[in-house]
């Protein structure tokens, strides 16, 4: 062990689990920030488990997004992938609009994992009215 190895960040092995946190982590980031609400649906989104949170984020600072949809695209099962997106889209969604940085991220999200957009297009669609509170009022 170096004299500086004790700096050294652990990178966490990726798993289905951290494939949702660190998704989640680079949509929300797509705009160049995450802001304080934003965090706060991210951590809902992962049911609080801050460490979760903390093993995606040292993932994806060591990690570029072509690297993680590359890795996760072979790790991840059709099932998990779903899910996946599913929780992408609803976070960028909750807002009621979506910055053309996270339409271009989600799009890459959908080709690296090898589903077209018109599969994925009635869950989008569902997620839409699901947040639309307009026809509440």
Not at 22 to 46: C, K, P, R, Y
Not at 84 to 98: P, Q, R, V
Request: some cysteine.
């Amino acid at each position: 062990m170096g004299l500086f190895d004790v700096f050294k960040v652990k990178i966490p092995a990726l798993t289905p689990r951290i494939a949702l946190a660190v998704g989640l982590l680079f949509m929300t980031s797509a705009d160049g920030a995450i802001e304080q609400e934003e965090f706060g649906v991210l951590l809902a989104n992962l049911h609080g488990d801050e460490r979760l949170l903390d093993d995606a984020m040292s993932y994806g600072k060591a990690t570029t997004f072509d690297d993680y949809l590359l890795d996760s695209a072979s790790l991840l099962s059709e099932p998990q992938k779903m899910c996946i997106l599913l929780n992408i889209a609803d976070a960028f969604l909750s807002d009621g609009h979506t910055a053309p940085q996270e339409q271009a991220l989600f799009e890459r999200f959908l080709r690296g994992w090898g589903i077209s957009r018109s599969a994925f297009q009635p869950y989008l669609d569902v997620i839409v009215k699901k947040n639309d509170h307009s026809v509440l009022t």
